[in-house]
């Protein structure tokens, strides 16, 4: 499904780090419902009011960005573990979101994501 | 009810902005009373069975941005808005509560409000109640709703099953049928005459000199277009409202003081499977009410796992047990406020939402309540849902928990916002007068949970219908005598 044309670059942004974080949390979710997950996440994204769209937009530029320099996913980690206000909702939103899709759609997943 | 098309051109002689609880009800008083009404309702409507309760797709159809909307603060609190015909009463748990007398009447000496008859109030409740069938669960209620009584009952703490906008077919506790706006007030509005338009949101008003003239629209499609009309009733809720009367360039006292009951959750396991994913617990738990209520929570197992994900490092476990978890709330009157802003430029209005001290402290003791309440009830687990949080197991473990439970670290939530525009006549702490009609204007009236100067601390929209059907009356009397 192609990104709404008032939120260019969207999936560039949300996409990458949603997928690496919720490949760390469920690491046996497949790749195929991984991927339905965050889209489901960045639709959500998408939809937002517009302030709040353009902070979690802003915030998540920076976690895109850590993914691409050195010790940045050590950052990340850094960041995801801590309760930090304003830079720590973004990840916990993506959680949020991508865990109730998940056990909305398949409830007889595992922690881990696997299936039963 | 069938809808009407919309058009780039309309007109009427009353125009109705949102179709939720203070929409419909006006809309029927006013149409029945011989005015031309047009409601205009930015959603789709959607017919009830079309959409599976508490899902993420009725989260895409019937809430406004897919359900995910926050009021910024620290914390910053989640709450959902209806955003299709019928409003809020096609989404959220139908608990009906009255008026409460004692709020009314506080109300009337601190805000100015005149001829808020009690009697009048109670006999537009028993109306509304009627209207909209207002009843109990025919036998026993669901298990999820069981566990309120009996961890209530085995600590001496009040509760009650409260009534719900409910039918049941064939007296079967598990059919109930919602009699929403969609099922009761819009159907008799249309059946008087009203039309009502879909799919059309209503950017601003065109006002001068205190009168609004006509609304700019956006239709499907991104269409722009105009409604005249003579009077206007904004409807459109707590958030929205204030938005479009600050879009119109309507100041006073305008979303300064919007109010709700923060909540926060826990999920909580017991040894028997009892979730219910469709439907939420009918019992309240009101010993320690007005300052905090408990209740239950929509549970259905992605929402397990949302109320475990805030640590889920030691609570995922449990996911693979929901159906034996349901989800229960902490409420509490808050003495926080917050604000509503339309920004230029921006479609959106920035909301935000401080809490007091006070309210951070009831947040924490009233969560630790409600996980004796789980422990009284049988829980073998109880999961808070704020990071950090330590599993419950036993009454020892609660001290912990409320000593780790801080509010900034919890997912606070509401889904009853109200005050943003309070009526009464002190111009200096309300934003419409006695009978809604819009300070500095003679024609924009607000008619829904905008007006209740404060959260009246039970479920709110008992109240608005019938404080809305007061005013529909009143304005029916006073300008139509006027010709």
């Given amino acids: 499904m192609a990104s709404d044309p008032r939120h260019p670059r969207l999936d560039r942004i949300v996409d990458p780090f949603a997928g690496v974080l919720l490949g760390a949390d469920l690491p046996d979710l497949t790749l195929e419902r991984r991927g339905e997950v965050v889209e489901f996440v960045r639709r959500r994204v998408e939809t937002m009011p517009s302030l709040t769209r353009f902070g979690v937009t802003a915030i998540g530029v920076l976690y895109r960005l850590l993914l691409d320099v050195p010790f940045g996913s050590f950052a990340i980690r850094f960041l995801v573990a801590r309760p930090l206000p304003i830079l720590g909702e973004y990840p916990r939103l993506i959680r949020s979101l991508g865990y109730a899709y998940v056990w909305e759609h398949w409830p007889d997943s595992l922690p881990s994501g696997a299936s039963r | 009810m069938i809808t009407t098309a919309a058009t780039p051109s309309m007109d009427a002689e009353v125009l109705v902005i949102g179709s939720g609880a203070g929409g419909a009800t006006t809309a029927a008083i006013l149409a029945e009373a011989g005015f031309d009404v047009l409601v205009v309702e930015e959603g789709e409507w959607v017919e009830q069975g079309s959409v599976v309760p508490f899902s993420l797709e009725q989260m895409d159809r019937q809430y406004r941005s897919g359900g995910v909307t926050v009021a910024l603060g620290l914390p910053s609190i989640a709450y959902t808005e209806g955003r299709c015909a019928g409003g809020g009463t096609e989404i959220n748990s139908g608990l009906y509560r009255r008026p409460p007398h004692e709020v009314l009447a506080r109300w009337a000496a601190e805000f100015g409000i005149v001829d808020l008859d009690h009697e009048e109030v109670s006999t537009i409740a028993d109306e509304v109640e009627r209207a909209i069938s207002v009843t109990t669960v025919p036998g026993p209620s669901s298990a999820p709703s069981e566990v309120l009584r009996r961890g209530a009952d085995r600590l001496g703490w009040q509760n009650s099953e409260i009534p ?167 409420a509490i009157t808050s003495e926080g406020r917050g604000k509503v802003r339309a920004v230029p430029g921006l479609r959106d209005p920035i909301v935000t939402y401080s809490l007091t001290g006070r309210d951070r402290a009831m947040l924490g003791s009233g969560l630790a309540r409600l996980a004796l309440l789980m422990l009284e009830a049988g829980a073998d687990e109880v999961y808070p849902s704020f990071r950090g949080a330590p599993l419950v197991r036993k009454r020892s473990d609660l001290a912990a928990m409320q000593a780790q439970f801080s509010a900034n670290k919890a997912s606070v939530m509401t889904v009853h916002l109200c005050s943003t525009v309070p009526m009464g006549e002190d111009v200096d702490k309300c934003g419409a007068n006695s009978f809604g009609r819009v300070h500095g204007t003679a024609n924009v009236w607000v008619n829904d949970a905008s007006l209740l100067p404060t959260a009246p601390g039970v479920n709110p929209q008992g109240t608005v219908m019938a404080l809305a059907i007061r005013n529909a009356r009143r304005f029916a009397g006073t300008e139509r005598s006027r010709g």
């Avoid at chain 2, 009699?179 to 338009?197: D, E, F, I, K, N």
């Avoid at chain 2, 499907?220 to 009309?229: L, P, V």
Wanted: aromatic letters at 8%; a positive charge.
């Fill in chain 2, 164 to 330: 719900r906008w409910m039918t049941y077919p064939g007296n079967d506790p598990a059919k109930g049928q919602r009699q929403s706006m969609t099922r009761t007030y819009l159907p008799r509005a249309s059946a008087a005459g009203a039309r009502l338009v879909t799919g059309c949101r209503i950017d601003s008003l065109d006002t001068g000199g205190g009168i609004a003239r006509r609304a700019i629209t956006t239709l499907a499609g991104g269409r722009r277009g105009t409604i005249t009309f003579r009077y206007v009733f904004v409807c459109g809720g707590a958030i929205q409202t204030p938005a479009l009367l600050q879009r119109s360039r309507i100041r006073g006292h305008i979303g300064k003081s919007l109010a709700v009951h923060p909540t926060v959750k826990l999920a909580a396991r017991f040894a028997d499977e009892l979730n219910v994913p469709d439907d939420v617990p009918v019992h309240q738990v009101k010993e320690f009410a007005p300052d905090l209520s408990f209740g239950g929570s929509a549970s259905q197992p992605g929402l397990v796992a949302l109320a475990l994900s805030d640590q889920w490092a030691t609570f995922s476990h449990a996911i693979t047990d929901w159906r034996r978890i349901s989800v229960y709330y902490a």
